[in-house]
Nanobody, 123 residues
Framework: VQLQASGGGLVQAGGSLRVSCAASGRTFSRYAMGWFRQAPDNEREFLAGINWSGGITTYSESVKGRFSISRDPPKNTLHLQMNSLKPEDTAVYYC?????????????????WGQGTEVTVSS
């Protein structure tokens, strides 16, 4: 499966942004999906995951209650809605797909990655 992330940009603190990930290639619905981010000099951080049907989600404590992951199987698209953004949310955001059983919460468990989209939150 090939993944292409989009939707990043510059937003003020307290604002909202939605990043998306378009999937192509193999059947989108067979994969558990996730969003990660990586800030300079930091490791890639798990943010949110969703199972193949979109019925089950999991979130890291750092974004729980502010971010929401969803998927649109007919459109082969994954989304991350980000609300109440903070300057510390500034990072490159990556979508990823895994053939493992949900929940999948570590980067090494994901086999396929998008190229990343940059999100900058100004104070």
């Amino acid at each position: 499966v090939q993944l292409q992330a989009s939707g990043g940009g510059l937003v003020q603190a307290g604002g909202s942004l939605r990043v998306s990930c378009a999937a192509s290639g193999r059947t989108f619905s067979r994969y558990a999906m996730g969003w990660f981010r990586q800030a300079p000099d930091n490791e890639r951080e798990f943010l949110a995951g969703i199972n193949w049907s979109g019925g089950i989600t999991t979130y890291s404590e750092s974004v729980k209650g502010r971010f929401s992951i969803s998927r649109d199987p007919p459109k082969n698209t994954l989304h991350l809605q980000m609300n109440s953004l903070k300057p510390e949310d500034t990072a490159v955001y990556y979508c990823a797909a895994s053939e493992r059983r949900f929940p999948v919460t570590t980067a090494r468990e994901y086999e396929y990655w998008g190229q990343g989209t940059e999100v900058t939150v100004s104070s």
